[in-house]
């Protein structure tokens, strides 16, 4: 019996269809938010969500599962509220809440969950590092080696300070604080003109 032209694509088309045929089918667990108030949804029926898994609401807003209850579950949202309300549905994601990190970040103006808002387009070349992690204990860590000068002859001389520690700056109010933080930043664009983008920010 010959086929006609059609019908052997027909078959053509029919047999590509089951070779490529998956039986694997994708369930999302979607659960609906029981009340909402000031950035946090308590959200009932997300039985087997992680803590720190991203989440997406009907909106489109995002938010993170941070209080995980018998009964419901406490999720921050990232994003503005006023559009949600009660019965709204809120789907997981799968993944654990992470970040763009690299010097593509430099002199960025990102939301919390780094989307650039800055209107200069997409980062560039960028990788992507969770936001829970536990931090290095302090053998890994790489000991301050190098000064930072705050161009405060003060500072400098008698408290002097290296890159990359950690300082306190306490006084009551009204008593220059953050004047001192803002000078030590613009000296070290003076300190480090002739450096990289990476070396003028920090």
Known sequence: MEFS??????????ENRMTNFSTH?????????????????????LNEIQAGEMVEFASGVKGIALNLENENVGIVVFGSDTAMKEGDLVKRTGSIVDVPAGKAMLGRVVDALGVPIDGRGALSDHERRRVEVKAPGIIERQYVHEPMQTGLKAVDSLVPIGRGQRELLIRDRQTGKTVIAIYTILNQKQMNSRGTAFLLLF
């Open 5 to 14: 032209p059609r019908a052997a694509e027909l078959t053509t088309l029919l």
């Open 25 to 45: 089918s994708q369930v999302d667990e979607i659960g609906r938010v029981v009340s909402v108030g000031d950035g946090i949804a308590r959200v009932f029926g």
